[in-house]
């Protein structure tokens, strides 16, 4: 029998023969040499093994310092957003991008208006930018926007993606007056003193306002998509989200996969908060990927974001948004009630259901939508994620590992925001922010993403930083909170896969499995960790194929 196999092993021959000593599996296999035919890993052992599989037509990669893993897995992020905002104003602050202040804001809203003859009455729109890095340590309003114009609605996003900043026409257009009422999960601020709108929107209130599209086109966006997947493949990413989608958008990419294949594979998740009981029911999920594209649930939105202090919590923040009491604890952006009545059906069908939730209670929210839902019965293997989990408590982490929660911990942040979250928290629930570790010692199963647009999908950074935790002013947040390199690796590969129910397929160069892989400069696991970031992404291969090359 084993003589049979190995004569069907030799009679396959290897499209794609990798040599060397620098191969990571994820699977715990040492291993000296892999070969792929076509979309499948084949084979791995030593090298004059797998080379028995070469045929004149063999590629033959030669790895020395170089290193092979799995392709990573984005474990959340929304792909439409960073096709869209490719072709849009970025105003986003170092090291994404140049703006320092408010003035710079505007400098470059008239540029844009100028350099692209934007007519009057035109929408024009920005993204990413950050309060907590601006010279002035506020959000622009109104009064600064309309320095950019006034013949031109003007909108621009803040770079967590939960508030934007409005000029006065943009306002007017919305119908957003003194007399407009905050929505539910939502807050229109105003000048201080005055029930007079001061252009900055929070959560639901951002709903009033146009999408960031503008005048683009069908063909144009389909091209942004196919560009924007180049974008991923150059970060080693062969798997990608798109979460926060419609149904009728998923449509939409469905249908292109059909006609053309994506290069790597596009998992989309149904934004369940507009959907009436009768659309959710609607809802199905694919196993099964069509050209590269498949729709992998629902997503939840329970509150906003830390760094633009609408995260929900159950204790006040140390400093709050200005105006704010001092109990300020920020608020649900979807009913609790409506969303705990939701997820038994889900769950009793099968729907895989992420739900974004930042503070420690809406955490909390989203750990009793599950405990009430299976409640008396058996666990389902549900996989239910809590997307971003920043502050979550050691308590509610025993709880996620009894009901089979996986945390996605958004662990770029003690970079970015780092600084600005010991500000809001203080500085011990500011240090236990993506408790990666404490989540390893709970052999908790867990991902990390970089929730691109709001940081490009930088996958060596999101490690290093994960590893280091080191903010931009070179504070090591959390120090005992840090992840070994392996524990890292394991996030956007075996444990990505697990998420996605994809792990006979992902996350590992195991035989059998899926050929998406990647080459990087050198090993992580060898070097020093803080040089993690700069380790280069040599090329990326999906289903077997090179999708980039440096």
Known sequence: MLFACHETLLAQQADLIFLGDNIITMDDSQVAAVAVLGDRIIATGSAAEILELRNPSTRVVELGERALLPGFIDAHGHFSGVSRYAALLDLSSPPVGGVTGIDD??????????????????????????????????????????????????VVRHVSGHLLAANSMALAQAGISSASQNPQGGIIRRREGSSEPDGVMEETAMGAFPGSTGNMSNETLSRLRREAIDIYAGYGITTIQDANVSAEYADQLRSEAKVRSFAVDIVAYIMANPLSDQELDGVTHDLNYTGGFRVGGVKFVLDGSPQGRTAWMSRPYDEGPPGQDSDYVAYPSYDPETYKARMPGLLARGVPVLAHANGDQAIQLMIDGIAEAVAGKPIPDHRSVAIHAQLVRPDQLDRIKQLGIIPSYYSVHPYFWGDWHRLSFGEQRASFISPVKATVERDIPFTIHNDSPVVPPNMMRLISITVNRQTRSGYVLGPDQRASVMDALYAVTQGAAYQYFEEQEKGSITPGKRADLVILASNPLTGDPEELENIAIVETFSRGETVYQR
């Open 105 to 154: 804001i505007v400098r470059l809203l008239r540029l844009r208006i100028e350099q692209q003859q934007i007519p009057a009455g035109e929408l024009v729109f920005g993204f990413g930018y950050d309060d907590s890095l601006l010279l002035e340590g506020r959000h622009p309003n109104r009064d600064d926007l309309d320095r950019a114009s006034t013949n031109h609605p003007i």
